[in-house]
């Protein structure tokens, strides 16, 4: 019976959330990198604690690579790099009730603000080779 409470109350917080999220969808927030997966980011909004999922197929930047052994993706013609804990921002794209589900994507405007450009990375691996 605990668990059936528990699992209840897990559904309808996130019931909740989706419904409130839907109200702010096309809106951009400051999130966090709460969880990776093969299929995609898990972030949570740093304002409300809500959380969403970034679909693989939305991140078109780059082909990126799942590290499952260090939980991160890495793009196979630029390098960058996603793990847990990185600050990223956000844009609301969706917010379906009935999966009781959250999809966001990466916002333009400050999306490689939090990554280090492809040509940093190639000049440090050029100096630690000297």
């Known amino acids: 019976m605990e668990q059936v409470a528990q ?5 309808s917080i996130k019931y ?8 702010h969808i096309g809106e ?6 709460s969880g990776i997966q ?12 809500c959380e969403g999922m970034i679909p693989m197929r939305d991140l078109d930047d780059d082909y990126y690579d ?6 991160c993706l890495i793009g196979r013609r630029h390098h960058y790099k996603y793990q ?23 916002d333009d405007n400050k999306e490689r603000a939090y990554r280090p450009a ?4 190639k000049k440090s691996k050029r100096r630690r080779r000297k």
């Not at 909740?16 to 109200?23: C, P, W």
């Not at 299929?39 to 604690?49: F, K, P, Q, R, S």
């Not at 847990?84 to 990466?106: M, S, W």
């Open 7 to 11: 699992n209840a109350e897990r559904d």
């Open 16 to 23: 909740k959330m989706v419904e409130f999220m839907g109200e």
């Open 28 to 33: 951009s927030y400051d999130a966090h990198i």
């Open 38 to 49: 093969s299929y995609g980011i898990y972030a949570e909004i740093d304002e409300n604690h």
């Open 66 to 71: 799942f590290d499952e052994k260090n939980y």
């Open 84 to 106: 847990l804990g990185d600050p990223i921002r956000i844009k609301v794209a969706r917010a379906n009730l009935e999966r009781k589900q959250l999809d966001f994507t990466l």
């Open 118 to 121: 492809p040509e940093t990375d």
